[in-house]
């Protein structure tokens, strides 16, 4: 057990080294506002991209993980809206590293985090907020073809799944598509209000599937958006309800 706490320990260490040397780009595209230029933003994506995927690697080889992570690199659609279920900290890392080119919603606190801000902002991934700023931030960047990363929970699971409404409002008003991934998780570890140190003995699997594709332009296209958005978020609460126990 004191080998494992330890082997999370340095995993720490490790990813954060990943970042300061991923800052030395990152912060002069700050400082000089770059990150306004689209192939800034594609350029800093694709350096997270091969950054996170190294740090994956080191905990595959060193035994803290595996997963069957490359079926994410078939997401290949454009406009399309990616959501998951959240059980631990390093699902957005498997997204990022596997899907090119994806935008992601990121949580808001991460504005003070100086490892992995200056490489949010040069990305132009986009921080949560309850306003109509952050709304319409999706939407756009949805309408522009991007693809957009969204775990519709707000933060990692604690109890029972329960996908929030705004995400499906952004889905309904600017995606093309729907794609629902699910990830099992065991053992569990790294889970909301966790100790970093509360680790399984034994190496953890994670799983990934990708179980459906919603054309949301046939998605109940008679109704208004709200309607819309209510009967998407009840159906995706059920599907996932279901699918994750």
């Not at 399984?200 to 309607?227: A, Q």
């Amino acid at each position: 057990m004191a080998f494992r706490i330890f082997l999370v320990g340095f995993l720490f260490f490790v990813f954060g080294f990943i970042c300061m040397i991923g800052n030395l780009i990152f912060i002069p595209i700050l400082l000089l506002r770059l990150y306004k230029f689209n192939k800034v933003q594609n350029f800093s994506r694709f350096l997270v991209r091969h950054s996170w995927r190294l740090f994956l690697f080191f905990t595959e080889i060193l035994g803290y993980q595996k997963s069957n992570k490359e079926i994410l690199k078939g997401i290949k659609t454009s406009s399309s809206m990616i959501i998951c279920n959240h059980p631990s900290l390093l699902d957005v890392v498997f997204f990022l590293s596997n899907i090119k080119g994806v935008n992601c919603v990121v949580k808001s606190g991460l504005r003070k985090n100086i490892f992995l801000y200056p490489a949010i902002k040069s990305s132009g991934y986009i921080t949560n907020s309850n306003d109509s700023n952050f709304l319409n931030k999706c939407i756009d960047v949805l309408k522009n073809g991007e693809n957009l990363v969204v775990f519709p929970e707000g933060s990692r699971t604690k109890d029972e799944i329960y996908m929030q409404k705004g995400a499906f409002y952004i889905a309904v008003r600017g995606a093309k598509n729907l794609i629902l991934v699910t990830l099992e998780m065991n053992p569990l570890s790294l889970r909301k209000d966790q100790k970093w140190y509360e680790t399984p003995k034994e190496k953890i699997v994670y799983k990934f599937s990708i179980k459906d594709k919603i054309e949301l332009s046939k998605f109940e296209s008679d109704k208004i958006d709200t309607i819309r958005t209510r009967k998407l978020n009840e159906e995706i609460n059920k599907f996932y309800k279901k699918e994750i126990r």
